[in-house]
């Protein structure tokens, strides 16, 4: 056989049903690694708001007990009470359909359902005054009987100093609980703060410029449990202090 008609039956076999069963297998083995491949991508975390206020009012609540978690566990993953404008911060939740309840003596508390397109948002709750609803059960139990909710009572800077000379200060504050991380920032919703190994009382570097300086401090409970991540968050504490450099 020449090498020219090698090369006409070589190419009348690429072109017949066997070259389309090649193709067609080809396809489907590239769809099957793609598809491992997705399915084997693990889940990401979310963060979540939630700021709650009196239906009918413009003022956020305070106190406001919020737990999330899911309709077998509501506070599995964290059960706190909004700070004084309102908001509750949730880290690290994993993307899954979640259950949040808002509750607080006074008012009727307030159940709301996510799916995980309403992750990485705001979600806004109003409670109207009166009472009953769902409620959220603040203070969590954990298995041998002891509070697992973290308090905090207060943060002062330098132990409550009006005025430093310095960008370095130390954030003294009254805690109630056994927390595992904390961070502070500058910012109310700790854009860019990371979660540190908790210490008693650990140090902060204030912004450049002079002037007065707003810390907010918070606290939680971390922990992994069959790949899910659990955690209990404190409310969010702040303070004050004004800088002046020499």
């Known amino acids: 056989m020449t090498g020219n008609s090698y090369s006409t039956l070589a190419q009348y076999r690429l072109q017949g049903p066997d070259a389309d069963l090649c193709c067609a297998s080809s396809m489907l083995l590239v769809a099957l690694l793609f598809l491992s491949v997705v399915l084997a991508a693990p889940v990401s975390a979310a963060d979540l708001r939630v700021r709650v206020f009196e ?15 899911t309709q077998a566990n509501p506070t599995q993953f ?29 008012y009727l508390g307030q159940q709301e359902s ?4 309403n992750m990485e948002r705001l979600l806004v709750v109003s409670l109207p005054t009166g009472g009953g609803g769902p409620k959220c059960e603040h203070d ?16 002062k800077i330098n132990s409550g100093a009006m005025i430093t000379a310095s960008r370095y200060v130390f954030l003294n504050h009254a805690l109630d609980g056994n927390p595992t991380e904390y961070r502070a920032s500058e910012s109310p919703d700790f854009n860019g703060a990371r979660w540190q190994s908790y210490i008693p009382e ?8 002079t002037g007065r300086k707003v810390v907010y401090f918070q606290v939680r409970r971390y922990s992994k449990m ?14 004050s202090i004004n800088l002046r450099l020499p």
């Open 226 to 239: 069959n790949g899910a991540d659990i955690q209990t968050l404190s409310p969010v504490v702040r303070d």
């Open 55 to 69: 239906r009918g009012g413009q003022e956020p609540l305070a106190g406001v007990s919020v737990c999330v978690g």
């Open 78 to 106: 964290g059960a706190v009470r909004s700070d004084q404008d309102g908001y509750t911060v949730f880290r690290d939740l994993p993307r899954a359909p979640l259950t949040v309840i808002a509750s607080k003596p006074g």
């Open 202 to 209: 650990p140090a902060f570097e204030l912004s450049p410029g």
């Open 140 to 155: 969590v139990r954990d298995r041998a009987g002891r509070s697992s909710a973290l308090q905090l009572g207060y943060l």
């Open 114 to 117: 996510l799916v995980t397109s």
